[in-house]
């Protein structure tokens, strides 16, 4: 996610066959999630069933099923709301606003329970303990009330965002699940590629905006002022959406893929939509393949600059015309560096904001009719750090530069912009510097050739860079510690 804009701007490319480890194939090994829904505007309310077959990937017994609430972070009373009080007039442009999930009724469990630290967990007591390799079927009937507010996940002030909106299984680790709290710093999700076939009901006069294609299903709900949808996505870590009465609409081709631009204000949609595109054939020319059939950018209600989600793309309203390349090109860069690649967003934010921020640079450096340079980038986040280093150790009396840290850590939304993103870009381009422009392109092949489908963990990331590089693990050690002077 690029939560602020850097004030700087003044090929050929190829679908995977396969996509995301067998995209396009259900796997065993995969949860696969049937999702039927209805959204009600008048009372901005979704009601769902879902039905998940979950496999136990771990090393263990599972007795538990457990998942994560996302939609409980925008109710009243929430330990960790899902913006910071600094942006908290901007994203409830009506006055505070709340939502959240109410489980309705589960089936294929004994019993189940909503808490964790944040009421943010359901935990599902299995009948039975489910055996590594094997799998079970739960069903999940549950209400989402949505905020008034612009954001991933609400009512925001022209279009409605469906983000995070569904219980999803929490990150399962080889002895077991993993918790995550919601954090207004950044993306806490951690998800595994999972199948997803959602039939979404909506009002009449709403487009639905995917990332994958949207089949509105024929004579149904003709006569009652509603339609309904039905989208497959397979092998990917999320799905969401984005709809209302106000978008418009052009597309474009890369090859194969389909490129569309859902808009509502944008004065030049033409040249966003451009920026997607020829962002999207660097990245497969540099990085590796892109994995999905199509390529989705749409112009909503956002708090924030952008946000990403597999083959889909949001942009805010509140843009200015100087910022959408940016902003396009870092969120395109994250179908690599998250859609593709995984990694613990919670954990090490920098591992996927700071290399699709600093995959944005390589991206200008390219193509400097933008009018900003690789130089131009690194530049900014440079004196940004560096400002952001001496306010703090004046004020503080040090700044905590330290990388690898959970979003909880920080101390708000300027010290993790500064450590996740711009400390970020210095890194890399410090590593560029070490091991060779050669060897550093081939490094990032090797990564996302090695761990697309995956999650990979920052010493998967360090490990293809030392391979280039002899002194890369000390580089990159002094800088995840905080022990290195910029």
């Not at 569904?166 to 199948?195: H, I, M, Q, T």
């Not at 039905?230 to 990917?236: I, T």
């Not at 984005?242 to 859902?262: H, R």
């Not at 994250?334 to 390589?362: I, K, P, R, T």
Request: charged letters at 20%; one cysteine or more; proline letters at 3%.
């Amino acid at each position: 996610m690029r939560k602020f804009v850097c004030l700087v701007l003044g090929s050929a490319v190829a679908v995977s066959a396969l996509g995301l480890a067998a995209c396009h194939k259900p796997s065993p090994s995969r949860c696969r999630y049937t999702i039927e829904a209805e959204y009600t505007a008048a009372t901005r309310t979704l009601a769902a069933q879902m039905q998940v077959v979950v496999p136990n990937t771990s090393n263990v017994p599972l007795s538990e099923l457990k998942f994560q609430l996302w939609a409980n972070a925008y109710r009243e009373g929430a330990k960790y709301a899902p913006v910071s009080e600094l942006f908290s007039r901007a994203a409830y442009y009506g006055g505070k606003s709340y939502g959240e999930t109410e489980i309705k009724g589960v089936s294929g469990v004994e019993s189940f329970s909503v808490g964790g630290e944040d009421d943010n967990i359901l935990t599902l007591r299995l009948r039975s303990p489910l055996e590594p390799g094997d799998s079970v079927s739960v069903g999940v009937d549950f209400d989402v009330e949505l905020a008034n507010i612009n954001h991933r996940l609400g009512v925001a002030q022209n279009a409605v965002n469906l983000a995070n909106f569904y219980p999803v299984l929490c990150f399962l680790a080889d002895d077991g699940f993993r918790e995550y709290v919601y954090s207004s710093n950044g993306d806490p999700f951690v998800n595994g590629l999972a199948d997803y076939d959602v039939t979404l009901t909506v009002p009449q006069a709403y487009t639905l905006v995917s990332g994958f294609a949207a089949d509105e299903l024929a004579d149904v709900n003709a006569d009652d002022g509603k339609k309904t949808y039905h989208v497959l996505a397979e092998g990917v870590r999320d799905v969401a959406f984005s709809m209302g009465e106000g978008f418009q609409k052009i597309t474009d081709k890369l090859g194969d893929i389909a490129l569309s631009y859902y808009y509502i204000w944008d004065k030049t949609p033409e040249a966003t939509l451009a920026v997607a595109k020829e962002s999207l054939a660097y990245y497969a020319e540099n990085f590796g393949a892109y994995a999905y059939p199509a390529y989705t950018v749409v112009e909503t209600d956002f708090v924030y600059g952008g946000m990403e989600y597999p083959a889909l793309s949001m942009i805010s309203t509140s843009l200015q015309e100087s910022e959408v390349p940016a902003v396009v090109a870092h969120e395109t860069a994250h179908q690599w560096w998250y859609s593709m690649v995984g990694s613990n967003q919670f954990e090490c934010a920098w591992q996927d904001e700071g290399l699709a921020e600093y995959s944005a640079a390589l991206f200008f450096g390219a193509h400097p009719d933008y009018g900003v340079g690789y130089s131009d980038c690194v530049a900014a986040s440079e004196s940004s750090y560096r400002a952001y280093f001496s306010v703090y150790s004046q004020v503080h009396g040090e700044a905590n530069t330290v990388m690898n840290r959970p979003l909880t850590a920080y101390a708000g939304d300027y010290e993790y912009r500064n450590i996740a993103y711009d400390k970020g870009v210095i890194l890399f381009d410090r590593v560029r510097e070490v091991v060779g422009e050669k060897k550093f392109m081939n490094a990032l092949k090797r990564y996302a050739k090695t761990y697309t489908g995956a999650i990979a963990t920052s010493d998967d990331l360090i490990s293809c860079f030392t391979r280039a590089g002899a002194n890369a693990a000390a580089l990159f050690d002094s800088f995840l510690s905080g022990k290195c002077v910029i």
